[in-house]
């Protein structure tokens, strides 16, 4: 069996990462989208990367929770019996990789890594205390941003094009955890409808694209996803 899954903020939100789609989607009273684009860090570096890394800081001190287990749980089994398995995130928070997950696209990036602006490096970074905005020690000294897919920008070469090649090949396309309205991840159900994949939905509220998928479980994935892919435990 081959099986893609893609994961949202719900399942992270339940690990006490902080969500920007629900009613309090604010920082220092400023909307997500003002501090989470190429203008924004043009215009104020030191204002997104204080963002970002409060953000980082609550990652580190966040861990996985029974959903992020159940999914790397889901990826041994799948993979044990033969079958392919890709986890898509938009999440940015490193908990399926410190959960166990293996064949991980993080496709809006990771609060964990860091680009230069100039050379391009992109580089391993979990410092939470640094002079701000922070500079590369390339010949260049480029300023370094966030390794994130900002408002506006296209996701990282090569990711789109894995990501609907492993749906292509899926007999099951699961989304657990996403409110159905960030592109273009929401699009990724209507590609695996067209293709004739089963689709199933794992949110706590029911996502703007519900008449999208095959079957929709009301719930937490903390809950629901360990007794409903292995009851037996």
């Not at 941003?145 to 094009?161: C, K």
């Not at 099951?172 to 592109?183: A, D, E, K, P, Q």
């Not at 939905?201 to 629901?224: M, Y």
């Amino acid at each position: 069996m081959n099986v893609v899954v893609m994961t949202g903020a719900g399942i992270s939100a339940e690990s006490g990462i902080q969500t920007f789609r629900g009613t309090n989607g604010l920082w220092e009273n400023h909307r997500i989208e003002e501090v989470a684009s190429p203008i924004a860090f043009r215009r104020d570096p030191v204002m997104v990367w204080n963002f970002y890394l409060q953000r980082r800081k609550q990652a580190l001190t966040c861990r996985p929770n029974t959903g992020h287990l159940a999914v790397a749980e889901l990826e041994k089994w799948i993979r044990s019996a033969g079958g392919s398995f890709l986890l898509v995130t938009q999440n940015v928070d490193g908990l399926h990789s410190r959960a166990g997950s293996r064949n991980v696209i993080e496709m809006h990036g990771s609060l964990m890594m860091t680009r230069c602006t100039a050379c391009g490096e992109v580089f391993q970074d979990e410092s939470t205390d640094m002079e701000l905005p922070p500079r590369h020690d390339c010949p260049d000294k480029g300023l370094l941003r966030p390794h994130i897919v900002w408002f506006g920008e296209s996701l990282f070469p090569g990711d789109m094009e894995r990501i609907e090649s492993a749906i292509e090949m899926c007999d099951m396309f699961i989304v657990i955890g996403t409110s159905g309205i960030v592109y273009p991840a929401a699009g990724l159900v209507n590609f695996a409808n067209r293709l004739g994949k089963r689709t199933v939905c794992v949110n706590k509220d029911a996502p703007a694209n519900i008449d999208l998928f095959d079957r929709f479980i009301e719930g937490e994935a903390g809950s629901e996803l360990p007794k409903r892919l292995f009851p037996e435990k």
